[in-house]
């Protein structure tokens, strides 16, 4: 049976690799749904999937600001009508400006919480309405959803949520067979990374096709043996 997958943040980073991962792969996913903003990195990705496409999967691209939590309900309309169903669900889209508590800024909380927490809430919740049952959803959360960290607030609280509701979306999708697993990776060589941790140096750091290969493991055979709460990946 062929399957659709939606990946949230799919332009660059985890979410372009994990794309990668499940186009570039000989298996029964033949729709690729990829949400980000309009860029010219996230262009050359869906240009590059066209371009060499050995399997003739569909790739299903759709610019959007995940701040915008009207216009996530009008898409997962159009992505049902488009591609009929969405079997594997990656919530990955994630942003952060870190910032002290005395300089944060209300309005960026709440951007932090639209596009990190209530962004996969309503996909969740919207693609239910429009009578979508899930295989399996990847919710991808943080360590610093774990413990407090110096001038993460607004990002670590926003990961703690997703933990927590990643929990709660599991309980009450399990009576449809849904898998729910919530991945907290460590420190990962990407954008977001370098705005947490400028002075990093990215080759000693797990790499974002390290995470995908993990979100590929769950999406197969072996994936079903998992039964985690939250699930830590790092190197
Ligand atoms: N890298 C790490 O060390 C690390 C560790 C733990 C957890 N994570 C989590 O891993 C996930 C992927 O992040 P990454 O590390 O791969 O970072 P990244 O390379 O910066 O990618 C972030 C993705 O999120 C998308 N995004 C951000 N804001 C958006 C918005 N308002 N609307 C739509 N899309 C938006 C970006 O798309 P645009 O092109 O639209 O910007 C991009 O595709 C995030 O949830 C992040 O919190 C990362």
Redesign the pocket.
């Known amino acids: 049976m062929s399957k659709s997958i939606l990946i ?9 690799a994990t794309a990668e991962r499940f186009f570039y792969a000989d298996n029964d996913v033949t729709d690729l749904i990829l ?3 309009e ?1 010219e ?2 262009e050359k990705l869906i240009a590059r999937l066209t371009d060499d496409n050995p399997y003739g999967k569909r790739v299903l691209p759709h610019f ?4 915008d939590r009207a216009r996530i309900v009008g898409l997962m309309r159009d992505v049902m009508a488009e591609a009929g169903k969405v079997d594997i669900l990656i919530n ?5 400006a870190p910032c002290a508590l005395q300089q944060i800024s209300f309005a960026d909380f709440e ?1 932090t919480m639209g ?2 927490v209530y ?1 996969p809430f309503t996909i969740v919740q919207e693609l239910l309405h429009c009578g979508n049952t899930f295989e399996l959803i990847v919710n ?5 959803g774990m413990s407090g960290r110096p001038g993460w607030l607004t ?1 670590g609280a926003s ?1 703690a949520a997703v933990i927590n509701m990643s929990e709660a979306i599991k309980e009450e999708l399990s009576i449809y067979g849904t898998r729910v697993v919530c991945i ?10 370098r705005k ?1 941790a400028p002075d990093e140096d990215p080759s000693t ?2 790499q ?1 096709e390290h ?1 995908a290969s993990v979100i590929d493991m769950l999406a197969s055979d072996v994936g079903h043996l998992v039964d985690s709460q939250n699930f830590v990946v790092r190197r």
Do not use: H, Q, W
């Not at 959007?64 to 701040?67: Q, S, V």
């Not at 907290?184 to 990374?193: F, I, N, V």
């Open positions: 949230t943040g799919a332009s660059k980073g985890i979410g372009a949400l980000a903003r860029s990195e996230f959007i600001d995940l701040a990955n889209a994630g942003y952060t951007r596009v990190n962004a991808i959360a943080s360590t610093a990002y990961k907290s990776p460590g420190r990962c060589a990407t954008d977001l990374r947490l750091i797990m974002p995470v």
